[in-house]
């Protein structure tokens, strides 16, 4: 079965520490990978996206994450984090199987200390 | 902003009722997705359509339905509520099947 993992419900930085969030996905071809950040009361915002090509996508607000096929994983990364990066973030995996709706994980909660 | 517009913002209601829930996409957008979030599920895929045709099913149950009308719009259709219906209820667009998704600020329904 398709899934998306992310193993961390709970993360808490550091103000201006690096960040890495964790992503494991389970499909059976190469899938299309996305990373979505949610404050709290908002809606959904698209921070990066893999689609093919290069492996290491950059993002807004400083993100970037890499794709790494042999471990099925798209870790994403900030090298420095700022308090108002607090918030739910959640990555997402899309095929043509499913009309490229979005299989999203559970979402990992940031907290951002001083 | 997404430029994706989700009215009402909040609703509540009384379990077996039904309601309504509606969604603009951003101009230009064929393809219209719906999605729950709730405590216990997490975000999931209910139902896409693409130019007026539903073109994909997730996890909808068979309470709910939708439509996505000439003018693009698309209204997500809860009905026989339960306690358990309770959620945020998230609508996204895209261009035609492409991958990048927009949402909107979704709708918060408490069935009470």
């Known amino acids: 079965a398709q899934s998306v993992t992310q193993p961390d419900i709970h993360i808490t930085v550091s103000e201006g520490a690096s960040l890495e969030l964790r992503c494991n996905y389970s499909y059976g071809a190469t899938p299309y990978l996305f990373w979505y950040v949610q404050s709290p009361g908002q809606g959904l915002q698209l921070l990066l996206k893999?689609?093919?090509?290069?492996?290491l996508v950059q993002g807004i607000k400083g993100f970037e994450a890499e794709f790494k096929r042999s471990q099925s994983s798209f870790n994403l990364r900030k090298p420095s984090v700022h308090w108002s990066d607090a918030a739910e973030y959640f990555c997402?995996?899309?095929?043509?199987?499913?009309?490229?709706?979005?299989?999203f994980g559970k979402g990992t909660s940031l907290l951002v200390t001083p | 902003d997404s430029g994706v517009t989700q009215t009402p913002k909040h609703l509540i209601t009384a379990t077996g009722q039904r309601v309504t829930l509606r969604c603009s996409p951003r101009s230009g957008d064929l393809s219209v997705y719906w999605y729950q979030q709730s405590l216990d599920q997490g975000l999931q895929f209910l139902i896409q359509y693409y130019n007026g045709e539903e073109r994909a099913k997730g996890n909808i149950l068979e309470r709910f339905s939708a439509q996505q009308f000439p003018d693009l719009h698309s209204e997500l259709n809860l009905s026989s509520l339960e306690l358990g219906d309770s959620a945020l209820y998230f609508c996204?667009?895209?261009?035609?099947?492409?991958?990048?998704?927009?949402f909107g600020q979704g709708t918060r329904l408490t069935v009470v």
């Open positions: 997402a995996v899309a095929s043509s199987n499913s009309g490229y709706a979005l299989n």
């Open positions: 893999y689609f093919s090509g290069d492996t």
């Open positions: 996204a667009s895209s261009v035609g099947t492409a991958l990048e998704a927009f």
